[in-house]
């Protein structure tokens, strides 16, 4: 199953332009063929290890490692590739801003804990070109005018991003919905702080 319904990726290719999907460490070395095929253990508990704590367990020590160990993997990688120019140094420096200024997300707030890039660090879409800017109802971001579709932008909908995770959200209700119908315990796969769901693209 894809991340955002592949019918509405089909059906509204015009809106997705600029709706990028963010990989985990692990998913990026794998999409890179990479020898350095150690299994990461570490990800089952994106979701439940709590940082904040000045006490930090083995757990946490290993989850930490281990990113260490992928990041090195992937920067000899890219570096290998010439990946790591100015441009990628500027548009990770814009990425990272965003967290510093905006903070960590709470873990209810989908709009901005979901694994699509922000917009506005890659695609150019962050200038308003004179044409000012509105808040998304999704994000909270102020965003110009080519973040949104016309109809959200005249009615301060969702920018591009928020829409997709907005689709999302809604599909994984139904499934919800229709697995308490049918009793089932089989448990549904989210993604956490840092640790991005891994799958098939889009
Ligand atoms: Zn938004």
């Not at 997709?164 to 089932?184: E, F, H, K, M, P």
């Amino acid at each position: 199953m894809g991340y955002i319904p592949r019918g509405d990726v089909a059906a509204n290719a015009a809106l997705y332009r600029d709706v990028h999907r963010l990989s985990g460490l692990a998913q990026a070395l794998e999409d890179r063929d990479s020898e350095d095929k150690e299994p990461t253990t570490m990800k089952e508990f994106a979701k439940i290890l709590d940082w904040s704590k000045d006490d930090i367990s083995q757990v946490h020590r290993n989850y930490a490692a281990d990113d260490i160990r992928m990041i090195s993997e992937l920067w000899k990688i890219f570096t290998a590739a010439h990946y790591i120019n100015e441009q990628l140094r500027r548009e990770s420096a814009a990425y990272v801003a965003l967290w510093i200024t905006d903070g960590q997300p709470g873990a209810s707030d989908e709009f901005r804990l979901n694994a699509l890039l922000p917009l506005g660090i890659i695609d150019g879409t962050g200038d308003a070109y004179g044409g000012g800017k509105k808040p998304c109802a999704g994000c909270k971001r102020s965003l110009p005018r080519n973040c949104f579709s016309r109809n959200a932008w005249e009615n301060v909908g969702k920018c591009h991003v928020c829409r997709a995770v907005g689709l999302r959200i809604n599909r994984q209700d139904t499934i919800a919905r229709n697995r308490s119908c049918y009793d089932s315990d089989d448990d549904g796969y989210g993604y956490g702080y840092g640790g991005y769901e891994s799958g098939s693209d889009f």
